[in-house]
C-alpha cells in the first residue's frame, strides 16, 4: 500500500504519538526501532522523514499537523442512492459516483466488498487509472461469496464450472482456496491484464458455511475521498435494489477507514 505522509496518520495516533512524547516513553535515539518497541511501528513510514529531527523536533511537528487539523475545512457528506428515487432529491446515484471515484484516483484505491459481479464493466475506470497514472489498488474480498459470483460468471460465459474450479477442488487448507478463488477472479472478472489490484482476504470466509462474512462495502481514493455504502459491487446493488450510502471528502475520515483495513493485513487477520 502507499502512503500520504503524515496526512494519512490518523488525529489518534498523532494524539497517542504526543502522549507517549510527553511521558517519556518514547525517547532518543529516535528510530524504528524505539517507534516499534512503543507500538508505533505502523507510523514508521510516515515518520521517517522526521527521525533526524530528535523528539523535540517531532513533537513539533505533530503539533503543528494537529493544529492545521483543528482549522480543516468541515468533512463534505454526499448522499449516495441506489434505486427508485421519487420526489425531490438531494442524492446522487451509485452506479454514476463509483466510476467517477475511481476515474479521479490518481494515487492508490482501497476497496472492500461482499459481492462483485460484471468485472469489465465496474472495473474499467479503475483500470484505466492504474495503466495511465501508475494507481496502486488493494481489494478486499469474502472468498465464498466471490467463488459464487465467478460460478455465476463462469456459466454465463459458457464455461464449464466443474472444469473451471478444479483448482479450488484441489486446494488444501482456507488460504490455498482463497488465492485459488482470486486467481479465477482475475481471470473471470479481470479481463484487462496488467497492472492488476493487490486483493486480501480473511481465510475464515473460504470455509464452506463460514460463519465469518466480508460483509463491509467500502472505497477509499487518494487517502481522501470514500464511499460507504449498503450496496454490493454488482449490478442489482449499483442499479436496482434500494440501497443508501455517503460519499465523504475528508482526508482524517479517509486515513482513519484505510487504517481499519491496514490493521488485519498487519495483524495476518486477512492474507495476500
Given at each position: 500500500?502507499?502512503?500520504?505522509?503524515l496526512s494519512?496518520?490518523?488525529?489518534?495516533?498523532?494524539?497517542a504519538?504526543?502522549?507517549?512524547l510527553d511521558?517519556?516513553?518514547?525517547?532518543a535515539?529516535?528510530?524504528?526501532?524505539?517507534?516499534?518497541a512503543?507500538?508505533?511501528g505502523?507510523?514508521?513510514?510516515?515518520?521517517?522523514?522526521?527521525?533526524?529531527?530528535g523528539?523535540?523536533g517531532?513533537?513539533?511537528?505533530v503539533?503543528?499537523?494537529?493544529?492545521?487539523?483543528r482549522?480543516r475545512?468541515?468533512?463534505?457528506?454526499?448522499?449516495?442512492?441506489t434505486?427508485?428515487?421519487?420526489?425531490?432529491?438531494?442524492?446522487?446515484?451509485?452506479?454514476?459516483?463509483?466510476?467517477?471515484?475511481?476515474?479521479?484516483a490518481?494515487?492508490?484505491?482501497?476497496?472492500?466488498?461482499?459481492?462483485?459481479?460484471?468485472g469489465?464493466?465496474?472495473?474499467?475506470s479503475l483500470?484505466?487509472?492504474?495503466?495511465?497514472?501508475?494507481?496502486?489498488?488493494?481489494?478486499?474480498?469474502?472468498?465464498?461469496?466471490?467463488a459464487?459470483r465467478?460460478?455465476?460468471?463462469?456459466?454465463?460465459a459458457g464455461?464449464?464450472?466443474?472444469?473451471?474450479?478444479?483448482?479450488l477442488?484441489?486446494?488444501?487448507?482456507?488460504?490455498?482456496?482463497?488465492?485459488?478463488?482470486?486467481?479465477?477472479?482475475?481471470?473471470?472478472?479481470?479481463?484487462?491484464?496488467?497492472?492488476?489490484?493487490?486483493?486480501?482476504?480473511?481465510?475464515?470466509t473460504?470455509?464452506?458455511?463460514?460463519?465469518?462474512?466480508?460483509?463491509?462495502?467500502?472505497?477509499?481514493i487518494?487517502?481522501?475521498?470514500?464511499?460507504?455504502?449498503?450496496?454490493?459491487?454488482t449490478?442489482?446493488g449499483q442499479?436496482?435494489?434500494?440501497?443508501?450510502?455517503?460519499?465523504?471528502?475528508?482526508r482524517?475520515?479517509?486515513?482513519?477507514?484505510?487504517?481499519?483495513?491496514?490493521?488485519?493485513?498487519?495483524?495476518g487477520?486477512?492474507?495476500r
Amino acid at each position: 500500500m502507499t502512503g500520504a505522509g503524515l496526512s494519512a496518520v490518523t488525529e489518534q495516533d498523532l494524539l497517542a504519538l504526543v502522549a507517549a512524547l510527553d511521558r517519556g516513553d518514547v525517547r532518543a535515539p529516535m528510530n524504528e526501532t524505539c517507534l516499534r518497541a512503543n507500538g508505533f511501528g505502523h507510523l514508521v513510514d510516515a515518520l521517517r522523514p522526521y527521525l533526524g529531527l530528535g523528539r523535540e523536533g517531532i513533537h513539533a511537528v505533530v503539533d503543528v499537523v494537529l493544529a492545521e487539523r483543528r482549522h480543516r475545512k468541515a468533512p463534505r457528506l454526499t448522499l449516495v442512492w441506489t434505486g427508485d428515487d421519487p420526489g425531490v432529491s438531494h442524492s446522487r446515484h451509485t452506479r454514476v459516483v463509483l466510476p467517477e471515484l475511481f476515474a479521479r484516483a490518481r494515487e492508490h484505491v482501497l476497496i472492500a466488498g461482499y459481492a462483485i459481479d460484471h468485472g469489465a464493466e465496474l472495473f474499467a475506470s479503475l483500470h484505466r487509472g492504474m495503466a495511465d497514472h501508475a494507481v496502486t489498488a488493494d481489494l478486499f474480498v469474502d472468498v465464498g461469496q466471490l467463488a459464487e459470483r465467478l460460478r455465476q460468471a463462469a456459466k454465463g460465459a459458457g464455461q464449464s464450472w466443474p472444469l473451471v474450479s478444479a483448482p479450488l477442488e484441489a486446494a488444501k487448507g482456507n488460504v490455498e482456496r482463497g488465492r485459488a478463488v482470486v486467481e479465477l477472479f482475475y481471470r473471470l472478472m479481470w479481463p484487462f491484464g496488467d497492472p492488476r489490484p493487490v486483493v486480501y482476504f480473511d481465510p475464515r470466509t473460504a470455509e464452506k458455511q463460514s460463519p465469518v462474512s466480508l460483509h463491509a462495502k467500502c472505497v477509499v481514493i487518494d487517502h481522501e475521498y470514500t464511499l460507504i455504502t449498503s450496496a454490493n459491487f454488482t449490478d442489482r446493488g449499483q442499479t436496482r435494489n434500494l440501497e443508501a450510502g455517503v460519499a465523504i471528502e475528508d482526508r482524517g475520515f479517509a486515513a482513519s477507514l484505510e487504517r481499519q483495513w491496514l490493521n488485519l493485513v498487519d495483524a495476518g487477520v486477512v492474507v495476500r
